[in-house]
């Protein structure tokens, strides 16, 4: 069965981290650019980071940079995203995005809430 799975969500307080997991399933990541995107009650989704299949080059949304890394780890078919210093409005469901050619896969989310 071809999925990707996020893990890694949960409640911490501002400015702690959370280390969250995009692992696929079916297929592997290698040449797949990989994006992590988080909606929020009554906001509009938003795009947080990406990273390249070929070459692993990272991108940022400036909502994040700085403290947010994206990274890759082709032997255990995983990218993840270390999310430091996180802030109430961090909070949001979080997905992860998988796209190579004319493949597009969708994770089912893990929750992040930044709350004291």
């Known amino acids: 069965q071809v999925q990707l799975v996020e893990s890694g969500g949960g409640l911490v307080q501002p400015g702690g981290s959370l280390r969250l997991s995009c692992s696929a399933s079916?297929?592997?990541?290698?040449?797949?650019?990989i994006g992590w995107f988080r909606q929020a009650p009554g906001k509009d989704g938003e795009g947080v980071s990406c990273i390249s299949g070929i070459g692993s080059s990272a991108y940022y949304a400036d909502s994040v940079k700085g403290r947010f890394t994206i990274s890759r780890d082709n032997s255990k078919n995983t990218v993840s995203l270390q999310m430091n210093s996180l802030k109430p409005e961090d909070t949001a469901v979080y997905f992860c995005?998988?796209?190579?050619?004319?493949?597009?896969?969708w994770g089912q989310g893990t929750p992040v809430t930044v709350s004291s």
């Open positions: 995005n998988g796209r190579f050619s004319t493949r597009n896969y």
């Open positions: 079916g297929f592997t990541l290698d040449y797949y650019a």
